[in-house]
């Protein structure tokens, strides 16, 4: 009989191409991958897959059950999250944001979340892609940008704000026309990146060095390597302790972004899921987010 589970391992294949991206979207070993897609072969009697050398290719009957999986799917993760509406207050609840954030701002003020909410286990994941919360890759998203996907419950919780910042070793006794930057990665359509891009169209051969990651940024200014963009929270350090980056208040960055708590429309009926919710909303109203984040 077939396994239903290995529809799961089926879809990954197909959504990511490689048993290795498979591999990795499950938190399994590629070996693990092949061994479930052969089972599920076997058990349907069907070749679903050519096994090429550029890479596994869905056969023509592959294609033509990936939108029946589909379903199959969408029908288990929302019994899933039927399931998790009905619990207690007790269990697992994830939380997906973006690295930074996550290290800077989330993990120092998690106590007293912890505190109230003794029965639960939270698991917090820092992750620069968007999670798909239909398919319960997490149970509540703080996301830059909002959401579009129908079916979700959508909140703005805090206001990310963003300024130049260098060492002050490095200002000290340096002319403005000396400065050099770190710059995020060309053409990432990011707004505070955008802006800093902007401002050095006028003299691009100022740029140091570029990188795809904020936290890299930050400790190549902090090494007085350079001038860069940063949200105010990371300028400050973990839990919002002074550092020694100066902030640079000419030019103004005039660069503010929404954070956005987001869950599924059924998943926030879940009780536990809900008073973490709570309690994540009420962390970034508290005076220590808002000085951290202002």
Known sequence: MMNWDDLRFFLALVDSGTLTGAARRLQVEHTTVARRIDALEAALGLRLFDRLVRGWQLTVEGQHLVPHAREVEERWFSFERKALSEGQMEGVVRISAAPTLTSFVLAPNLKNLHAA?????????????????????????????????????????????????????????????????????????????????????????????RSNDQLVLRQVVAAGLGVSVLPHYLAKGMGGRSSDLQRIDDPLCPVQRKLWLVMHDDVRRSVRVRAVADQLISLFASQVVLEMLA
């Open 117 to 209: 909410l003794p029965g639960l286990e939270l698991e917090l994941f820092a992750e620069k892609h968007e999670v798909s919360l239909g398919r319960r890759e997490a149970d509540i998203a703080l996301r830059m940008s909002r959401p579009q996907t129908a079916g979700l419950v959508i909140k703005a919780v805090a206001t990310i704000q963003y300024g130049l910042y260098a060492s002050k070793s490095y200002l000290k006794g340096r002319k403005r026309s000396d400065w050099q930057f770190a710059a995020y990665e060309k053409n990432s359509g990011t707004l505070h990146h955008q802006w800093l891009e902007d401002l050095l169209d006028a003299n691009p051969s100022r740029v140091l060095l």
